[in-house]
């Protein structure tokens, strides 16, 4: 079997990190035919494609793309596509179900879905998604039981716990996407009141942390860190007691199950997929959109080391047994063939 995986770069991720990118690597590490196309990566490209785009109306991309499909046997390639990035490539497709060896790969939650996408995406007749919730929903424009479900995979190797001694008052907020910002904002100010020792590390871009809560700016307990790499953020996972991460929506979270392998305790909503990574077994979740209830469980971790401690070693035990990339891989070929007969 033959695989070619349509993916892109994303800056945000490194070497250890990510999903797109990370996993088609592993794959090659499994089977003998595997190859990635990858979208525009740099300045010279990013206009190269434009051009194509304006005059034929597709990408480079995009025509690799329909090469790979009309050059294969129904039984001889697999192709992934990174579903959310690339939906206009099904209008190339004058209106037809593509092949059932062109398999979507879906992360991002229903409720984030409008019209035009949906259509596009009822184009598709398989699929895997990253966790179960929407699986009903998602089946209706791919078809029933044409959906896998495979978790997202960590390296496990990489992201380690540290020892519980090391960790400090600190707390890691990762991410801008799907956050609930206005509960993110009450409960720190609520615990900023009364608390002059913690330190709340935002993993984010500054000016874009500054444009939801511009009070942080000058606020001595609040760190920003951006553009670090994948070691400095495990020196902040590691240090750190716990992660904050209220969501409006999620999918799967890739801040969630990093988290999870450094076994930090995370105080997160009972929204989406959060249960299919450990949410409401392993760790106790918040009601969504309750700043009450995000605080209860806050300020639970950080006045309890015991906690803290117990909670560490069943969320990295976890990920150990279910997201580590040597599990979850054959997962994923697993699916691929199955959907592919």
């Not at 090469?67 to 596509?81: E, T």
């Not at 099904?90 to 996408?117: D, F, Q």
């Not at 002059?196 to 920003?224: A, C, D, G, Y």
């Not at 904050?244 to 450094?262: D, I, K, R, T, W």
């Amino acid at each position: 079997m033959k695989y070619v995986f349509l993916s892109h770069i994303n800056e945000w991720y490194g070497k250890h990190s990510g999903y797109y990118l990370y996993l088609p690597l592993l794959v090659k590490k499994y089977v003998s035919d595997c190859r990635l196309i990858l979208f525009c990566s740099t300045p010279l490209k990013l206009h190269l494609h434009k051009l194509i785009r304006i005059f034929l109306g597709v990408t480079l991309e995009d025509i690799q793309f329909i090469y790979q499909v009309h050059r294969s046997g129904s039984d001889q390639l697999n192709i992934i596509l990174d579903i959310e990035e690339r939906l206009e490539i099904k209008e190339l497709w004058n209106g037809m179900k593509l092949p059932r060896n062109v398999i979507a790969t879906i992360h991002y939650p229903a409720s984030t879905w409008n019209k035009r996408s949906l259509h596009l995406l009822s184009r598709y007749s398989s699929a895997i998604m990253l966790y179960q919730k929407d699986i009903p929903f998602f089946e209706k424009y791919i078809g029933r039981d044409r959906i896998a479900f495979v978790r997202h995979g960590v390296d496990v190797d990489f992201f380690i716990p540290a020892k519980m001694e090391e960790r400090r008052r600190e707390v890691v907020i990762v991410g801008q996407f799907h956050r609930d910002w206005k509960v993110v904002q009450q409960v720190l100010m609520n615990r900023l009141e009364t608390d002059s020792e913690t330190i709340f590390n935002f993993i984010i871009p500054l000016r874009k942390l500054i444009r939801k809560m511009p009070w942080v700016r000058e606020h001595k307990q609040i760190k920003v860190h951006s553009r670090i790499t994948d070691q400095q953020l495990l020196s902040i996972y590691q240090r750190s007691r716990l992660m904050f991460l209220p969501l409006v929506h999620s999918g799967a979270n890739n801040a969630v199950v990093e988290a999870m392998s450094c076994g930090l305790p995370i105080v997160t909503t009972d929204v989406g997929g959060i249960r299919d990574y450990g949410g409401g077994s392993i760790y106790e979740l918040a009601a969504p959109g309750c700043v009450d209830s995000h605080q209860a469980l806050l300020d639970r971790y950080l006045d309890g080391t015991d906690l803290c401690s117990r909670i560490s070693k069943d969320i990295r035990d976890f990920s150990v047994r279910y997201l580590d990339w040597k599990v979850v891989v054959p997962e994923h070929l697993k699916a691929y063939r199955e959907l592919a007969k």
